[in-house]
């Protein structure tokens, strides 16, 4: 029995070693982008763990809420307007992001119905139930929705999907709960 050698041609040889340097290079950028997506994810679930949280379970969303509104901060995650409400106490008022360039956190917000629960965890954990009353959209000028209604509630702010205009989800404070 003769074994015969495979003699590769120059080409052949080439071609190997491309394919193998893209192949090298495409594990290296999954791997990259897995590892990025991880320390995004840990970065997260630090921000949850300390601040509040505001979440919709009927969207799946779910936030941290960091204090102030400026670019820096929604880029992380909500932002507390300062000078608005406390948690379950005046007109607490949040803004994110609703865009596949920042933060997605609002997204799904454009499919809210009235009567959802919008649940807000303390920094302890605690729990302040609100519900959906009612939805609509205003121009960014629009400033009276931050105003101190006389009551307890929740108000969400987000872009519409142009961008346009803003949307705006009121909640009311359930009133029933023993915190």
């Known amino acids: ?32 982008m897995g590892i990025r997506k991880i320390r995004r994810e840990l970065h997260r679930q630090k921000l949850m763990r300390e601040n509040v949280v505001v979440e919709i379970p009927a969207l799946r969303i779910k936030a941290p809420v960091l204090e102030g509104t400026e670019q820096s901060v929604l880029r992380e995650g909500a932002g507390h307007f ?37 649940l807000l965890y303390r920094i302890d954990k605690s729990c302040v139930t609100y519900t959906v009353s009612e939805h609509f959209t205003v121009n960014p000028s629009d400033t009276w929705i931050l105003d101190d209604c006389g009551d307890d509630r929740i108000t969400l702010v987000t872009c519409t999907d142009d961008g346009s205009q803003r949307l705006v989800v009121v909640g009311l404070l359930n009133t029933q709960e023993t915190d």
């Open 1 to 32: 029995m003769s074994e015969k050698k495979r003699k590769y041609t120059k080409k052949q040889v080439i071609l190997l070693i491309a394919g193998s340097l893209m192949l090298l290079a495409g594990l290296s950028i999954i791997g990259f």
């Open 82 to 118: 300062e000078g608005t409400g406390a948690v379950g106490e005046g007109n607490y008022c949040i803004a994110a992001h609703s865009s596949i360039i920042y933060k997605e956190y609002f997204n799904n917000l454009k499919h809210v119905q009235e009567g959802m629960q919008i």
